[in-house]
């Protein structure tokens, strides 16, 4: 029995705009940050559930997202900043969050223009908003990852997309069961783990003896695993 529709990974979403440079930038640089944003979003809501937990640009915003983060039950947390913004704002944001923490430089640029002036740079400052808070997370020796790809690039989605499907495997790994069904061979180090070793893993191991399973097989009637299979097949994207 396969499936071909895996359970869709949840993941949290979020941002930041700095208001610093609104003077210096003019009335539409708001907007385009606002529209980076969403189109950055939109890369993911392609394979994962995603839930936006908004762009943050004060601490009472930080405060406000720390709470969505709470209470979403997400898998991984997915940073994607497309400028600089204060650090410390999304520290507060991310202070109680128990999964991991996935950072996206969603540069817009494979290259650096000749003719670059200071306005163009601050549009395109995702990854020194990236850069900022991976400092202060190595500072806080809080694990997390980094990826760069470029919106648009079919070979930079890919790897960002392998890359939220690694942190939603690892965070996935904290909340497995792993059943064993009698004993390995003896010498069979290769398929042996003690519990210490699944704890690190996160892993929690139920052991059940070969003779316990048959007895529990054999005593499910024909009809009812008729029944089983049939309500399995009706699934859509199922098979047998």
């Known amino acids: 029995m396969t499936s071909s529709i895996a359970r869709r990974a949840r993941l ?11 003077d210096v930038m003019g009335p539409g640089f708001r907007r385009t940050q606002a529209q980076f944003v969403a189109e950055n979003r ?8 995603v839930i936006d937990l908004g762009t943050i640009s004060s601490p009472e915003e930080a405060g406000s997202a720390a709470r969505k983060i709470a209470a979403a039950g ?26 991991p923490i996935l950072i996206w430089s969603a540069t817009r640029q494979n290259t ?6 200071h306005l163009q740079a601050t549009v395109h400052t995702s990854l020194v908003g990236a850069t900022m808070l991976s400092n202060c997370l190595v500072r806080g020796q809080k694990r997390f990852a980094v990826v760069d790809a ?5 070979a930079d989605e890919a790897r960002l997309i392998r890359s939220v499907t690694a942190a ?41 003896p ?14 009812d695993v008729t029944a089983e299979l049939e309500r399995l097949q ?5 098979s047998a």
């Open 12 to 22: 949290g979403f979020l941002s930041a705009f700095f208001d610093a440079y609104d």
């Open 42 to 49: 939109a890369v993911l809501e392609r394979d994962f559930e």
């Open 74 to 99: 997400i898998e991984v947390l997915v940073y994607a900043p497309t400028m600089v913004a204060p650090p410390a704002w999304i520290e507060i944001a991310l202070s109680d969050l128990t999964c």
């Open 112 to 117: 650096v223009p000749e003719c670059l002036d």
């Open 150 to 154: 470029v919106p648009g690039s079919p």
């Open 168 to 208: 939603v495997a690892a965070h996935r790994l904290t909340t497995a069961v792993a059943l064993r069904i009698g004993t390995p061979i003896a010498g069979y180090r290769d398929v042996e783990s003690t519990p210490d070793e699944l704890a690190a893993l996160g892993v929690r191991e139920v052991a059940i």
């Open 210 to 223: 070969v003779a316990e399973l048959e007895a529990a097989f054999a005593g499910v009637a024909a009809t």
């Open 234 to 238: 009706a699934r859509p994207g199922w």
